[in-house]
């Protein structure tokens, strides 16, 4: 008999393991798509950004070219900005962890 309680014991050690499994899969999931949206946002924001300024001085006649220039340089800007940030935080773990 107490084998058998042993046996259902670890039996349910086994599943609650992979739930927990399962659980953090599905976290690692949704982290990915929030970082995505986020890269989504940033782009979005960006383009307005962009949109904004060119539109403020100007009622008429935009030079859609000059602005999706603008739009990708603004872009290219914000993606070395946030490596940069990343750099600069994998330098402090790497400082902190030697």
């Given at each position: 008999?107490?084998?058998?309680?042993l046996?259902d014991v670890?039996?349910?050690?086994?599943e609650k393991?992979?739930?927990?499994i399962d659980?953090?899969?599905?976290?690692?999931?949704?982290?990915?798509?929030?970082?995505?949206?986020?890269?989504s946002?940033?782009?979005?924001?960006t383009?307005?950004r962009?949109l904004?300024?060119?539109?403020?001085?100007?009622?008429?006649?935009v030079d859609?070219?000059?602005v999706?220039?603008?739009?990708?340089?603004?872009?290219?800007?914000d993606?070395?900005?946030?490596l940069?940030?990343?750099?600069?935080?994998?330098?402090?773990r790497?400082?902190d962890?030697?």
């Amino acid at each position: 008999q107490n084998e058998k309680e042993l046996q259902d014991v670890v039996k349910q050690q086994e599943e609650k393991m992979l739930q927990l499994i399962d659980k953090s899969g599905e976290v690692t999931r949704l982290k990915a798509e929030v970082s995505q949206l986020k890269r989504s946002l940033q782009h979005a924001e960006t383009e307005a950004r962009v949109l904004w300024e060119e539109m403020r001085g100007k009622e008429h006649q935009v030079d859609t070219a000059y602005v999706q220039e603008r739009v990708m340089l603004r872009r290219e800007v914000d993606k070395l900005r946030l490596l940069l940030v990343e750099k600069e935080d994998e330098n402090l773990r790497l400082t902190d962890k030697y």
